[in-house]
Every structure is written in structure tokens, then in C-alpha cells.
């Protein structure tokens, strides 16, 4: 087997499937190679999604629109990765983000044909499939039902939480201060300390109009730490 096959392997939707199982598989699957330089557009938000998309090499950058609320929020994606595996089917089959390559990037594109036809015949696949969809499901669901906190620093952390599609890696959130403050029901005077005092702590960084998140994982760890010590934090 090939690095390509490989890193099929790796990912979430083969996993259990053994080499000469899935080597039998992608013999009858019509595959798509792609590459993109470093800046290329590789989809747009509202770009219809027929393809089961696979980044193999390389960095992905994808940006999602608050348009009501005069946000954009920007994650990054590392190789290996499935791209929007829920927008191929349902009411709207488009891309819900905007992607962008972050680095030169290879991917592989199996066409949403062939996977009615022929990926959807094992049993394996289609588990694999529908446990990332529900999963994704299950994980917005608890978003919504979970339990309000008052303090200003966990409903900031909340934000990027809800709005982020992976809680862990670098964030880049682009609004203005006056627009947060409004969207979490807070002062702008008081999101601005508490901003600054994240800061401090090495959990953000703070620039003109946008907010750096190195590492989300480290701001979700603060507010386990905080909900579970809320007077020593």
C-alpha cells in the first residue's frame, strides 16, 4: 500500500476496514486527485458539495460567516481530514465554510455517486458514516441545551466553543469590540478587561479588530478548571 492509502486508513471513516478489504473498495471507486498552491480557494461558502471530500497533505484554512452578527470566525485544518462530510447529503447540500489552502495541499475526491453505489454496500462504511453524522449531531444538541453560566470569562470561552467546529488548535475570530460585547450581552468596557486578562495569561492574543486563539483546547481546559475551582481561578 501507498502513503495515499494510508492515510485513508487513518481516518474516522475507514477505520476497521483491513488493507486488502479496502484495497478491494478503492479498486471499484472512481478516485479524484487534486492539488492546490499555497492562497488557492478550494471552495467557497454556498458552493454545492457533491463530492466526499479528503485532505491528505498539507493545511487548510476555513472561514465561517456570522452574518447577522458581523463576525467571521477562522479555523485551521490539518491533513489527514474529511471535509463537511454532513453537507453531502440533506435539505442543503452546500458548503457551510469557506476554504482556503493554508499551505500547498493535496486531497482526494470520491464523487457522491459512488458512494450510493458502491461505498454504501459495506457495512463497515456506513456505520463509520453515520456515527460521524450523529455524532456531529449529538455534539451541536448539547451546545444548545447546555447550562448558562453568568461569569463574563466562561460566556467569552463558551463563544468560541459554539462557534467553532473543532474545540482545540488556533482560532482567529474577526469583529470588532463594540459588536462582541453586544452578541454576549456584556459592556464593552468589561469584554475588553477580561480580554486583556486572558491575555496575560498566555490563553489569547489580541489585535486590531481580531482575537488569536493559539490553542482553544488550553481555554476549554480554564474553564473546566474554573466550573470545577470557580474561587481559586
Known amino acids: 500500500?501507498?502513503?495515499?492509502?494510508?492515510?485513508?486508513?487513518?481516518?474516522?471513516?475507514?477505520?476497521?476496514?483491513?488493507?486488502?478489504?479496502?484495497?478491494?473498495?478503492?479498486?471499484?471507486?472512481?478516485?479524484?486527485?487534486?492539488?492546490?498552491?499555497?492562497?488557492?480557494?478550494?471552495?467557497?461558502?454556498?458552493?454545492?458539495?457533491?463530492?466526499?471530500?479528503?485532505?491528505?497533505?498539507?493545511?487548510?484554512?476555513?472561514?465561517?460567516?456570522?452574518?447577522?452578527?458581523?463576525?467571521?470566525?477562522?479555523?485551521?485544518?490539518?491533513?489527514?481530514?474529511?471535509?463537511?462530510?454532513?453537507?453531502?447529503?440533506?435539505?442543503?447540500?452546500?458548503?457551510?465554510?469557506?476554504?482556503?489552502?493554508?499551505?500547498?495541499?493535496?486531497?482526494v475526491l470520491i464523487d457522491k455517486l459512488f458512494i450510493l453505489t458502491e461505498l454504501d454496500k459495506y457495512e463497515v462504511f456506513r456505520l463509520n458514516y453515520r456515527n460521524i453524522i450523529c455524532n456531529r449531531a449529538q455534539q451541536l444538541y448539547k451546545k444548545i441545551w447546555q447550562s448558562t453560566y453568568s461569569c463574563l470569562e466562561v460566556k467569552i470561552v463558551d463563544f468560541f466553543l459554539e462557534y467553532c467546529e473543532r474545540p482545540y488548535g488556533r482560532k482567529l475570530l474577526k469583529i470588532k469590540m463594540e459588536n462582541f460585547a453586544l452578541i454576549i450581552g456584556e459592556t464593552r468596557l468589561s469584554v475588553s478587561k477580561c480580554l486583556n486578562k486572558f491575555e496575560k495569561e498566555g490563553l489569547l492574543i489580541l489585535h486590531r479588530t481580531e482575537i488569536e486563539i493559539p490553542d482553544l483546547s488550553l481555554l476549554k481546559l480554564w474553564k473546566e478548571k474554573f466550573l470545577e475551582f470557580p474561587l481559586k481561578s
Open 1 to 107: 500500500m501507498d502513503t495515499m492509502y494510508e492515510t485513508l486508513l487513518q481516518m474516522p471513516l475507514f477505520q476497521g476496514l483491513g488493507e486488502d478489504e479496502f484495497t478491494k473498495i478503492i479498486g471499484k471507486v472512481k478516485l479524484h486527485f487534486l492539488k492546490y498552491k499555497l492562497g488557492n480557494v478550494i471552495f467557497k461558502s454556498g458552493d454545492s458539495c457533491n463530492d466526499l471530500i479528503f485532505l491528505l497533505k498539507g493545511k487548510l484554512k476555513v472561514e465561517s460567516k456570522g452574518e447577522s452578527m458581523n463576525f467571521i470566525m477562522k479555523e485551521f485544518v490539518d491533513a489527514p481530514s474529511l471535509i463537511e462530510p454532513y453537507s453531502l447529503f440533506g435539505m442543503r447540500t452546500d458548503y457551510i465554510s469557506t476554504y482556503t489552502a493554508e499551505t500547498n495541499i493535496e486531497m
